[in-house]
């Protein structure tokens, strides 16, 4: 696989393919020290996968669960990355916090059409020793 530039990239499950979603040098680095600092890592994580919501299209399909529904969503969707990471030998972190005024401002989304809702840290293990 490439290498990816630093940048905040929207997943196309379809076809598989990451697209730029913000070009601003700034926008990637300061997802990825939010994330830092919110676990109190010494060094930043190689990817911080940020997963958003489409709240009013939740809310039209199932009316009064969108909230409840998004974060069991998020749960599942952590549960399957730490699976995957382990398997792979690398190092996931599940975040309680997600910078929604980051993402809406990287996006140009407004925050009650679609939000951040949760982040997941990837990188690699520190050596045994």
Known sequence: MADLERLLYHYH??????????????????????????TGCDREP????????RFGRLAWKY?????????RNVGVAYDAMYLVATAMGLAGCGLGTADSALF????????????????????TPRAAG
């Open 13 to 38: 499950p379809a076809n598989h393919t990451l697209t730029p979603v913000c070009t601003a040098a700034h926008v990637a680095p300061a997802f990825v020290q939010g994330a830092r600092q919110a």
């Open 63 to 71: 009316e009064g669960l969108p909230y409840s529904l998004t974060l």
């Open 46 to 53: 190689a990817i911080v996968v940020v997963l958003a919501s």
């Open 104 to 123: 809406g401002a990287a996006t140009g989304i407004p925050a009650h059409v679609e939000s951040s809702v949760g982040e997941f840290m990837l990188g």
